[in-house]
């Protein structure tokens, strides 16, 4: 029988647990040997949940980094503004890395992290998890076959949702870009960016620009009446359709990983435990009212280098979470919903009565959870790039993602500036 890789889980968050749990359901793959994390819940969650001892348990990625190398990966789930930090010395010692995303803030991280794969020559893959997903999958195999002929345009929108925006991006995690260090369109959109740079491969973008602003949940635009806090002194906790009450309370399992974070050590929380923690929570504060700085919408203008034009919407507010997806080529053109797992193929077909014939490709089985199968899939092709096996033509190599994470620093740059078109690094 074959050796499973061993994986060590950097930040055992959210994200990083996902992949971890893809050993449970196939060992003989993939093995969870160690933990680093400051949370001791955390660190004892995941040691008794994979079985390993007390040594191999760490307070964070430096300490993990004292210690002899002792597994072939890293499976990194910690934030944004700490993934180049963490990676740095463990990348030095040689382990292999499945990566999240953005994996890194800024040009000059992505410089320092670059520098150290290519002298270590790690295999390091970022959680691009939409590439594995089988609806993008489809879009990347029509183009690859030549039946949409030559790109002319590739059009994505990305439909945030008045509940996810306001949940991450004005209450949460990543809604003060000084804090988080990341902006709306590099932790939001980084996914489509590289959707988009993947789709267009080997022809990459030359230049970009963009527009965008907060428009949408700011003071201003507070009711007169409205208090600091829905559910501790809000007379609009009934009716605000942002009401923490509504989107919280009244959808338990929402956003849960964020919003009940607090409560993830106490077995089945009473009503009362989670109201007293809305009324001080940043969850329960009014989405007029918190300390966030970046964009509620935002236009990107991307030129490529055979001409075609690409644009990205991200519209924060929507009353609906959608992807959108559209590519034109000579000979045709591939539509899709991703959320409604819609894909539409037009021919065009000047012998037929409509000059065009029109076939849907929706995908059988769709479950949007787990990123539409993307979770799932990338876990399974990170454990052949570090077994060495054949990748898959998602493999989301840290080298794959560069043109999109690049197009994004520039992006925004431009948008500070009014929206100057920036030429990209060739
Ligand atoms: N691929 C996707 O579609 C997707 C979706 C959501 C989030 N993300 C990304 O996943 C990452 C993690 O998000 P999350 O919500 O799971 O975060 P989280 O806050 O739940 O988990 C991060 C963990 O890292 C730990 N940590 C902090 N500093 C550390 C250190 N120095 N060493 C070791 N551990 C440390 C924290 O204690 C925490 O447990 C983020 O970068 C986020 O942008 C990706």
């Not at 995690?173 to 590289?194: P, Q, V």
């Not at 906790?237 to 942002?242: A, G, H, K, L, N």
């Not at 045709?332 to 012998?351: A, C, H, Q, S």
């Not at 560069?402 to 197009?407: E, K, L, P, S």
Request: glycine residues 8%; proline residues 4%; negative net charge.
């Amino acid at each position: 029988m074959k050796k499973p890789i061993t994986a060590i889980v950097l930040g055992a968050g959210h994200r990083a647990m996902v992949y971890a749990d893809y050993s449970l359901s196939h060992p003989d793959e993939l093995k969870i040997v160690g933990v680093a994390d400051p949370d001791e819940y955390r660190r004892s969650m995941v040691r008794e949940k994979f079985g390993f001892s007390e040594k191999n348990c760490f307070k964070d990625a430096d300490e993990l980094a004292s210690v002899p190398k002792f597994a072939d990966a890293i499976i990194n789930g910690t934030m944004d503004e700490v993934h180049v930090k963490t990676s740095v010395p463990l990348l030095k010692l040689g382990y292999d890395m499945l990566l999240e995303k953005p994996f890194c803030v800024s040009k000059s991280e992505m410089k320092e992290l670059m520098d150290v794969v290519n002298e270590h020559k790690n295999k390091v893959m970022i959680c691009h998890v939409l590439r594995y997903s089988p609806f993008y999958l489809r879009f990347k195999e029509k183009i690859q076959n030549g039946d949409l002929g030559e790109i002319i345009n590739i059009q994505t929108i990305e439909n945030v949702s008045y509940h996810h925006i306001t949940t991450s991006f004005v209450r949460g995690k990543w809604g003060n870009s000084e804090k988080c260090k990341t902006s709306m369109l590099l932790a939001k959109c980084c996914h489509d960016m590289d959707i988009m740079m993947w789709m267009m491969s080997p022809v990459r973008p030359v230049s970009v620009s963009s527009v965008g602003s907060l428009g949408q949940f700011k003071l201003e635009n507070a009711p007169e009446n409205s208090g600091t806090y829905c559910l501790k002194d809000c007379p609009n906790v009934d009716s605000c359709q942002y009401s923490a009450k509504k989107i919280y309370l009244d959808h338990l399992g929402s956003w849960e990983f964020y919003v009940w974070q607090e409560l993830e050590s106490v077995e089945n929380p009473t009503m009362e435990q989670r109201i007293e923690l809305l009324k001080r929570s940043p969850y329960g504060k009014c989405v007029y009212k918190c300390d966030n700085n970046v964009v509620d919408r935002q236009s990107v203008l991307i030129n490529f280098s055979n001409g075609a034009t690409g644009t990205h919407n991200m519209i924060g507010g929507s009353a609906a979470p959608l992807r959108v997806i559209k590519v034109t080529g000579t000979k045709g053109e591939l539509y899709g919903e991703f959320e409604n797992n819609v894909i539409k193929f037009t021919k065009i077909d000047p012998d037929s009565e409509n000059f065009c014939t029109e076939e849907r490709l929706d995908i059988e089985d769709f479950d949007v959870d787990g990123h539409g199968g993307g979770d799932d899939n990338l876990t399974k092709d990170f454990i052949r790039y570090v077994a060495g096996e054949e990748v898959s033509v998602s493999c989301t190599s840290i080298y794959d993602s560069v043109d999109g994470h690049n197009i994004i620093f520039l992006a925004d740059e431009s948008r500070e500036e009014g929206g100057t078109l920036k030429a990209v690094d060739k």
